[in-house]
């Protein structure tokens, strides 16, 4: 014992000397070592420079201001304490005044909500839905929760409901179903008695309502005696993209490339999405828009705005109030396309003025389903009576003959495309304007999506890529892994497989079309890495290219490597 009592004596004695020593070191630092400090000062400052002089001296008051900084923080805690301490009755009043203001804001949404009560039980007609608020205000004695509950008070309603408009309607469902439920969510034995009335409350409603999609209702009866116009199934690929080209020039005086035309429509052939990219006034617009007269169905022009988020921006939304769908021509020319036969364009001009794997998220994975019947959009829970003949089950499908086109700037306005868009879509360069040329009036014509389909398949046919060609894109391919990291990848692939053939049977050439996929889809990677560190590899790269494809192939490849080398 002896010996433990030894141990903790020469142990607490050490952190009691340690504890004083740490309090004597404070109090030397910031109070009695300032004797020393100056001493220090006065030894060294007649020996200095004069710039080494203001230093010291600046020296001196940082040292002097940390104990004072210190002295007036402590002292203005203990004031505020102090104050803080001498002030719980004002404290007090306070947090009463503040009870008393949340019980004031309290009252008036109560009174707010029982003037819109009043306003919907007007617009329903006579009789009034038995409403408690709106009874506080007009009657002189209060319903009963019974009277609230019964059958008879909503069977009112519902008479009231069959004369009165969408508002009135949405007010009566709002109103009946909110009287199933009691106070605390469970229904009480009141609101289960007349539950069969409830739910008659609702059917009548829903059917006074009236359409709650007009526009894809008008959509219907435009379509309910549509004539379907004689096709002209019997035209070539090549005489189609030529075709459109002379229509543009002649019928609206727009004048593009065969090469540009090429690519779109073997764009179409690869991708449901296509990006038009370039400098403003090139003819980006005016592309898909000509197109789409050429084809008879003129495309549907969507401005998307930098506060473009979600999906609703697109499709609209279901008004809980209204009782109706918030519907948007995006959402109109998307189901009038499951009355067309012909392709439908859909254009998003400046669509990366806002993110599109925000807004554009959902349509992005519903056309990745491998198969077409996958191809539906969730409009609302439910359907209803009187909903578009072509929505089921409150969906409506992406019909295959719709393409969406986008236009897209690069500027400080706009957002980055990012490579999850790019590797879903087929982006189409426009950096310069054609030269206007003459022709003869050139017609619009009718082809179905299903005839455009069978020509793209046909041109897989006739027009496979060449083993030779293959055999190189497989070395650039292992070329671009070895040294960059960069692949083909599967989905880039099966674009090549139909791009090319297409691209061919419209008059261009396997290696020109091969050369525009691997500048705007493989290539295009190199502006998301560091450039200034592949440099050398580039000029490697270049180098390989025309040692594999020849010093003429190739170009638009390597000049976009020279751009970017350049760039960086």
């Known amino acids: 014992m002896s010996e433990f009592l030894k141990f903790a004596y020469e142990l607490l004695s050490q952190v009691v000397y340690n504890i004083v020593t740490w309090l004597v070191a404070f109090l030397k630092l910031f109070i009695t070592g300032w004797a020393e400090y100056f001493l220090i000062f006065r030894t060294y400052f007649p020996t200095l420079e004069v710039f080494a002089k203001i230093l010291s001296v600046i020296l001196m008051i940082i040292l002097f201001a940390i104990p004072v900084l210190l002295v007036i923080i402590l002292v203005r805690h203990m004031i505020l304490r102090h104050q803080l301490k001498a002030d719980k009755t004002d ?30 039980n007007a617009m329903g007609g006579t009789k009034r839905i038995p409403y408690v608020g709106a009874s506080a205000l007009t009657d002189d004695v209060l319903p009963t929760v019974g009277e609230v509950t019964s059958g008879k008070g909503l069977a009112e309603a519902a008479a009231t409901a069959a004369g009165a408009g969408a508002v009135a309607a949405g007010a009566v469902i ?12 469970v229904p009480s034995a009141a609101a289960m008695a007349s539950a069969p009335v409830v739910n008659a409350v609702i ?10 999609f007009p526009k894809l209702t008008l959509v219907d009866e435009k379509y309910a005696n ?12 090549e005489e189609f993209a030529e075709g459109y080209r002379l229509f543009a020039a002649s019928q609206l005086k727009l004048y593009y490339t065969p090469e540009i035309v090429r690519r779109f429509v073997a764009g179409m052939a690869a991708s449901k999405l296509l990006i038009l990219e370039g400098i403003s006034g090139t003819g980006k617009t005016s592309l898909p828009y000509s197109f789409s007269r050429y084809l008879y169905n003129p495309a549907t022009i969507v401005s998307v705005q930098p506060s473009y988020r979600d999906r609703s921006e697109l499709l609209g939304y279901f008004n809980e109030f209204s009782k109706r769908f918030n519907e948007t021509e995006f959402l109109r020319a998307l189901y009038e396309a499951n009355y067309r036969e012909e392709p439908t364009l859909i254009v998003l001009d400046e669509m990366n003025l806002a993110r599109i794997e925000y807004y554009f998220a959902e349509m992005l994975s519903v056309l990745e389903m491998p198969s077409k019947d996958e191809w539906v959009l969730d409009l609302v829970p439910t359907a209803w009576e009187g909903d578009p003949v072509k929505m089921d089950g409150g969906k409506i499908h992406v019909s295959d003959a719709t393409w969406f086109v986008g236009t897209a700037n690069n500027d400080d306005s706009t957002f980055t495309i990012t490579d999850k868009v790019y590797d879903r879509a087929m982006p189409i360069e426009l950096n310069e304007r054609a030269d206007a040329f003459e022709c003869d009036p050139q017609p619009a014509c009718y082809v179905t999506t299903e005839h455009l389909e069978y020509l793209f398949q046909k041109a897989k046919v006739e027009h496979p890529i060449s083993d030779d060609l293959m055999d190189k894109m497989q070395k650039l391919d292992s070329y671009l892994v070895t040294r960059f990291k960069l692949s083909f990848g599967n989905r880039i692939m099966k674009q090549m497989y139909d791009f090319i053939p297409v691209y061919v049977a419209c008059g261009g050439t396997e290696l020109d079309a091969m050369d525009y996929i691997v500048a705007r889809k493989v290539l295009k990677k190199f502006e ?5 560190f592949v440099r050398d590899e580039i000029t490697g790269l270049i180098n390989y290219i025309e040692k594999t494809f020849g010093k003429a192939g190739m170009e638009d490849s390597k000049s976009y490597l020279r751009r970017i080398q350049n760039l960086y």
Not at 203 to 212: D, F, Q, V
């Open 226 to 237: 549509y004539q379907i116009p004689e096709y002209n199934n019997d035209i070539t690929l």
């Open 528 to 532: 998301s890495m560091n450039v200034s």
């Open 91 to 120: 404290n007090a009043a306070l947090y009463k005044e503040i009870g008393r203001l949340n019980k004031q804001v309290l009252s008036l949404m109560e009174e707010k909500n029982s003037i819109l009560a009043l306003k919907v």
């Open 203 to 212: 059917s009548e409603a829903k059917k006074n309502i009236g359409h709650r």
């Open 174 to 185: 709002a109103a009946a179903e909110g009287g199933v439920a009691g106070a605390a969510g």
